[in-house]
């Protein structure tokens, strides 16, 4: 009984000096004429930089994007999973999918490898438009439970902080540049502090346009004012 006891001791240990060498820092706006989603460009592997220039954000429809945060192979395996159920959903229906349709999707999708042997290591946020030409974000934790959030939401290592620039800057009836100036300090404020964050800032806005990122430059002249 000892014996086992120390094994399993052993594990717990192994598993949460994992989990702390992991991290990641997105975040997702609810404005009033769109959504905006930004997201850190840094993987780590331990305590080593793997990657300075990954992608967290993808585009899975033409008015919905996600982010990514937890392993990177799974995460980009959801991503890959979801663009083509919704792809046969718009085939098979003649209709484009909403962000509230890929939520419930996407949740489905990561409920079953839940329930597998090797779950989907992910939490993730989906943000997009919604009935009534609205705009709405999900987050997707792990266990698949997709959770409406009316405001904002943030996911990863760098979570803590941003939540903090949320609570005191976000207001009802921003717009979406004022929500790209708000997630970029967001993710500033987490590559400060987190370890596991850095190495820049992807940004993207959905509206009534559509799909689009936010320009390399635009976002360095942000980050610039911010940091005075």
Known sequence: TNYKYSIRCDIYMTEE??????????????????IVLAADKRASMGWLIANKEIEKIFQVSNWIAMTVAGGVSDAFSVSKLLKAELDLYRLNSGIEPTVSVAANLLGSIVYSSFKSFIPYMTQLIIGGQDDNNAFS????DPSGAALKNAKFTTTGSGSPMVYG????SYRDGMSTEEGVQLAIRCVSAAMRRDVFSGEGIDVIIIDKKGFRRVEKDKIAGIIKSTSK
Do not use: A, M
Request: glycine share 12%.
């Open 137 to 140: 974000i999900y987050d997707i």
């Open 17 to 34: 000096k994992v989990e702390q060498k992991k991290g990641t820092t997105t975040v997702g706006i609810v404005c009033k004429d769109g």
């Open 165 to 168: 620039v949320l609570e005191d």
